[in-house]
């Protein structure tokens, strides 16, 4: 989509005029089907908030805003609209039937605890609040736990991100090499969450079948 290309490249040319306002709306969008890499939109805030031209955390509590309001966007979408209009239309924004019950089976099985390590995830993180909305999650617990989520992602990109930009300030020229550059750096981040997410999961399903193969507690 050169659209995306284009706003991103926008931007990384405007993030001084448009600020926290502008970290919200992109984020915002960052957690629908719009996709829009936050590789690509924190960057650039945080560095000039580094350079005293924003505030740091105000840079990162803008982008969990931002992400929460689009993660409860989709959940109202998906619990108003319902399954059988996300597969017909879906489609268009890369949201197929087999990623929707991947993601629908993932909060059956997790629920919260899922929707927290979806934040922190690469293309889940995307997707989370429609599951949820179909699922008919709680509205409160599913907003504080994706803000949660999206704060320690915004946090962790933003520390990244200003210590890549202060080694390569050439990459702000360049939002492809920048997003390259930090999704490799953030290996070992990404590795880590999905070993500590795979634990946490199997203990849960672990505790889970324990309790059905004895017929319940109590």
Known sequence: MHWIH???SWWFGAVEQWGYTGVFFLMA??????????EAIMPPAAYAASQGKMNVWGVVLAGAAGSTFGSASTWAVSLTLGRAFLIRYGRWFR????????????????????VFFARLLPVVRHLIGFPAGLVRMPFLPFCAVTFVGSFAWCGILSWFSIATIGKR?????????????LRHDLLWFIALIVGLAAGWFAVVLYGRRRVDGHGGVG
């Open 6 to 8: 284009d706003l991103v």
């Open 29 to 38: 969008l960052e957690s629908t089907i719009v996709p829009i890499p936050s």
């Open 95 to 114: 949201l197929t039937e087999h990623h929707l019950a991947l993601a629908e089976a993932w909060v059956k099985d997790f629920a919260l605890g899922g």
């Open 169 to 181: 300030p050439d990459l702000l020229s360049d939002p492809a090499a920048l997003e390259h550059v």
